[in-house]
């Protein structure tokens, strides 16, 4: 069993950046691809980021391409997300994911182990 939970959301001003973090309880973190995603209200959950096992490979979903980062910590058992320029529209609950059948897939089915999400909110 793997519980992921996350924290460093909050409200930040349109523009600014964000790092939220996933720390995960499991004895073998570096065994599972971690994602992050989002949903906001009234819209299905998006793949924003994914980390492959060993750290060395990522992907990003195109809404956040070319300012997000992702990086994992083997040592802590966390994954980070990074977000810059973040505008209204990166408003949502983050949720991160944990797969253990691959590399990276942007399908929220292929993830088996989700955190409770944390919200993000983004002033204009």
């Known amino acids: 069993q793997v519980q992921l939970v996350e924290s460093g959301g909050g409200l930040v001003q349109a523009g600014d950046s964000l790092r939220l973090s996933c720390a995960a309880s499991?004895?073998?973190?570096?065994?599972?691809?971690m994602g992050w995603f989002r949903q906001a209200p009234g819209k299905e959950r998006e793949f924003v980021a994914g980390i492959n096992r060993s750290g060395g490979i990522t992907y990003f979903g195109d809404s956040v391409k070319g300012r997000s980062t992702i990086s994992s910590d083997n040592d802590k058992n966390t994954v980070y997300l990074k977000m810059s320029s973040r505008t209204p529209e990166d408003a949502a609950v983050y949720y991160c994911a944990a797969g253990n059948d691959g590399g990276i897939t942007t399908t929220v089915n292929e993830y088996d182990y989700w955190g409770q999400g944390t919200q993000v909110t983004v002033s204009s």
């Open positions: 499991v004895r073998t973190f570096s065994s599972y691809t």
